[in-house]
Structure formats: C-alpha cells, structure tokens
C-alpha cells in the first residue's frame, strides 16, 4: 500500500517521514498522508528525510512548503534532511526552499533541532559569506555572498548542471504560476480558503523572487531596468511589500488584517478584487538597526504599492515580471565579472 511506504517512524520522540527516490504529483499525494498522519497524532514539528531522493518537482516544492506553514501554525516546524552530497541539493538550492525551511545535513542534527542551514534573517547587521565564510554587511536584503566571485563560485558548484539549474527554476517560477492562477478561481464566499490561496502566492512569489536575487543578481537588475526608471521602481516597491506580508503572517499575524473589508466582504466579489488594507507603522523595536531599517522599508513599499489596491493587480505585476526573469536567467550562463561586491 502507498500509504505504508511513506508512513513515519519515531526517532527519539520526533516523527521523521523517509522521502521516495523521486518526489512528483503521485508520491507527493502518498507524503502528504503521512505528514498530515504525524500532526493528527499531535507532533507539530517532523523531519523530512531526502537523503535517497534524486528529483522533485514543483507538486513536491509545494507540499513542503504548505506542511511547513502548518507545522508553524501549531508552534513547531518542517526539517529537512539533505546532505550535501544528495541529488536533490541543486533543487532546493535554486529554488530557494532553504530560505523558508531548515535544512540540516544528517538525520541526528535534525532530530538535535537548533537553527539548521537556513538564512540568517533581516535582523543580522553581518552575514558570514554562504562561499568563503568572510563576514559581510549585506546591502540587499536576500544577499548571501560578499561579492560577486564568492556568489559564482557557489552557483558553480552547486548549480553546475545548466539543465538542473534550468529546470528547478523552472519548477519554481511554475509553482508560483499555479498559485497566482489559482486566484481567479478562488470563491470570496469560502473566506478562509479564499485567504489559504492568497497566502499560498504570497510564499511562491517571495520565494521565487529571493532565489533570482540571489543566485542571478545581474540578470535580475537588468530586467528591471529594461522597463523604465519609474516601472522599475514600482516593481521593486510590489515585490518589496510582498515580503511585508510574508513576514507579517509569517510571524502568525492573521491574513486577514492586510485585507481590506471593501469588497472582501461581499460573499459574492472575486478573490482578485479584494483589496490590500493600509496599515499603521508596525512596531520594531525587537529588530536590529538594520533589520528596522529593511523592515521599514518593506513596509513603505506595501503602503506605496500594496495599499488600495487590488490583489490582482499586485499579483500580475509581480508574476510577470518575475516569469520574464526567470526565463532570462534560465538561458543565461552564470559568469564571473570580476571582485564588485
């Protein structure tokens, strides 16, 4: 029985659920089953392991990522378990997973707990380097490297295979397709799933977003560029208070505060019409200096961009501009240009 192969075992009081070979449409419905299994048993936090798993595709990207936003939800979380020598690392590297969920390099340090490999987060002042481990002030928020070389260094050895890097950005860029489109659809009446799938293409876009920045930062500012100055800008503004939200109901803040009562109310308006509520300047004093000051601007970006107007329109302006740079950044070799940090 399906439901067997991918049922969990206990290791020292954690549930850990063994991943398939190849994780697609099928064994991701089989997975899904066994982790809903371990919360229904009372285990908020469980352990993916994907030692043995060679590919994933978005169906996968996308249960990981719901599981782990559950998992949040009841106080524990998702950990993933992939070692650095494991097929499946490319994926998730490009695709930038490891932003949202922990990663850990054994079975035992997965089990241990504590921070696992995921990015330090906005409230850090320094970063040490992904590549050479030198310490460095990030000037963007989603930089991992201390300069240009340390960043192509990295995506060659571990993103060397131009037709692996291709198609986990690829899977990505169609994950967070799916989820936009799934907007449309979506009925005003059922509120809380109405809400589920806005928060759903609020993780996609923002995941999609930080792995372009990171990984292929020149392809990135030129696509920006290409539009004009003042299109640019307000690209730049939608994404930046995209990542407002996503950290707003990342920390258990309800979607339902961000969405504004005109036309949210009616149970019979589209999903697309709702629109995004200003807000009062959030509280930051637990943050960094330059953790506020990237918070802030997130912030300023959702009330510029964000504010009074309609998800649709905040969803098409950033899906479009992010799928033309993920085109442009598939076909596009990634290449050294020299020591500018």
Known sequence: ???????????????????PAEIDVASAYQMRAALLQAAADGHA???????????????????????????????????????????VHRIFAVTGIGRVIPQFASLGEALAGGPGAR???????????????????????HARFCDVDCRAAWNREHMGDPAVEASALAWSVTAMSEATGRLPGAR???????????????????????????HHREVYD??????GAAQGRR??????????????????????????????????????????????????DHLRPRGQAWEMARYRAYQAELAGHTIGETFRQAVTFLTLTGATAASTPVISTGTRP
């Open 1 to 19: 029985m399906p439901e067997i192969r991918h049922r969990f075992r206990m290791a020292s009081g954690v549930p850990v659920v063994t991943a």
């Open 45 to 87: 936090t469980v352990v993916v392991d994907l030692t043995g798993t060679r590919f994933c595709d978005s169906a996968g990207l996308n249960l990981l990522v719901r599981a782990h936003k559950r998992a949040r939800a009841e106080g524990g979380e998702l950990r993933l378990v992939i070692p650095a020598g494991a097929e």
């Open 119 to 141: 990015e330090q987060g906005p409230v850090a002042d320094t970063r040490a380097c992904a590549q050479c481990g030198k310490l460095f002030v990030p000037q963007r928020e």
């Open 188 to 214: 005003a009446c059922d509120r809380p799933r109405a809400l589920a799938a806005v928060g759903e293409a609020v993780w996609w876009v923002t995941m999609v977003d930080a792995t372009l920045v990171r």
């Open 222 to 227: 030129a696509v920006l560029a290409a539009g």
């Open 235 to 284: 690209i730049e503004q939608t994404l930046g208070g995209l990542r407002f939200v996503r950290n707003r109901i990342g920390r258990d803040a309800a979607l339902a505060e961000l969405i504004g009562s005109a036309g949210a109310g009616t149970g019979s308006g589209r999903v697309t019409s709702w629109t995004w509520k200003p807000i009062p300047e959030p509280v930051l």
